[in-house]
């Protein structure tokens, strides 16, 4: 069973950044297999897609309210995949999530808040 563990979230204001942190942890699980995801979910808003980097890291896909802004990215000694947020929006503000894909099985972390004010 593979667990996700967010970290890196807080408070920022508007104009700056923050880095997320996702560690991948179980046997055999490697984030240079699964395919790797951030979502994030703001209060009564749907769940969105923000990053998602493939196994082999050379497809990377940003939906438009976060491309340039935000970049997806690992490192397979330390199992972790990391999400820069720059030139952060009041609309950035939701709980962040990481997603891992391996073949059929799909699983979520606990998610970290990011609040983006003056």
């Known amino acids: 069973q593979v667990q996700l563990m967010e970290s890196g979230g807080g408070w920022v204001q508007p104009g700056g950044s923050l880095r997320l942190s996702c560690a991948v942890s179980?046997?055999?699980?490697?984030?240079?297999?699964?395919?790797m995801s951030w979502y994030r979910q703001a209060p009564g808003q749907k769940r969105e897609l923000v990053a998602t980097l493939t196994p082999g890291g050379y497809d990377v896909n940003y939906p438009n309210y976060v491309k340039g802004r935000f970049t997806i990215s690992r490192d397979d000694a330390k199992n972790t995949v990391y999400l820069q947020m720059d030139a952060l929006k009041h609309d950035d503000t939701a709980q962040y999530l990481c997603?891992?894909?391996?073949?059929?099985?799909?699983?979520w972390g606990q998610g970290t808040q990011v609040t983006v004010s003056s």
């Open positions: 179980g046997p055999g699980f490697r984030v240079n297999n699964l395919t």
């Open positions: 997603h891992a894909i391996q073949a059929v099985f799909t699983y």
